[in-house]
């Protein structure tokens, strides 16, 4: 099976300053990636995705790195606002969605 | 149709009760899932349906839980004897097959006490 995991689970930035949260996953034949965004109360929201044949997709102030050598894949948020606080998972798409333990994301003003 | 929705949001039980859970999903979405989320964790897989078919099950779908999703559209997932730790968040998502992007709803919370 697929195993998701984060970084830190907790990452506290100052507003403005850009944002970079950590996933590692264990399977290389893993094809699909999705960042989701949760905020409290809320279901997870899709943010941006990867595929393994692509190392870097851009959204709006949110890019996403693939590295398949070491397994790893990061969420850069440019100019953190405090309407990114929440918690962050990546998680691996097949035929269902396998989550790490999410990272909470605090903005400071 | 804006989103998945989700019935009751909020369910508090005494343990040893059977509890139901709805989910309306996307309307043109023909996949359907059912997760479980305990505080401070991800989402954890429970089963999926595609249309009618339950195509999957986890190993912690025990056999307290069942999941119907009859006409292919809403689908229902009950939990008999609920024990305490049964409390979680049930998250629905949808999507269509070949997409991998799931909607998610807000979730119903669970509290057994």
């Known amino acids: 099976g697929e195993n998701v995991g984060l970084h830190l689970p907790t990452l506290s930035v100052q507003e403005g300053d850009n944002s970079i949260i950590n996933c590692a996953y264990s399977?290389?034949?893993?094809?699909?990636f999705i960042w989701y965004k949760q905020e409290s109360g809320k279901g997870p929201q899709f943010i941006i995705d990867i595929r393994s044949n692509m190392d870097k997709r851009q959204g709006q102030r949110v890019t996403v790195l693939l590295n398949k050598t070491v397994k790893h894949l990061s969420l850069q948020i440019a100019a953190t606002q405090p309407g990114d606080s929440a918690v962050y998972f990546c998680a691996v798409a097949g035929n269902m969605l396998t989550f790490g333990g999410g990272t909470r994301l605090m903005v400071k003003p | 149709d804006t989103g998945v929705s989700q019935d009751p949001r909020h369910k508090i039980t005494k343990r040893g009760q059977n509890v139901t859970f709805r989910c309306d999903p996307i309307?043109?979405?023909?996949?359907l899932y059912w997760y479980r989320q305990t505080l401070g964790q991800g989402p954890e897989f429970l089963t999926y349906?595609?249309?009618?078919?339950?195509?999957?099950k986890s190993r912690l779908l025990s056999d307290r839980f069942s999941a119907e999703r009859p006409k292919g559209s809403f689908s229902t997932l009950e939990i008999q004897r609920t024990e305490q730790g049964d409390s979680a968040m049930y998250l629905c998502?949808?999507?269509?097959?070949?997409?991998?992007?799931?909607?998610f709803g807000p979730g119903t919370r669970l509290t057994v006490t």
């Open positions: 998502a949808s999507t269509r097959t070949g997409d991998y992007e799931q909607y």
């Open positions: 309307s043109e979405h023909n996949r």
């Open positions: 349906f595609q249309n009618e078919a339950q195509l999957e």
């Open positions: 399977n290389s034949a893993s094809d699909y």
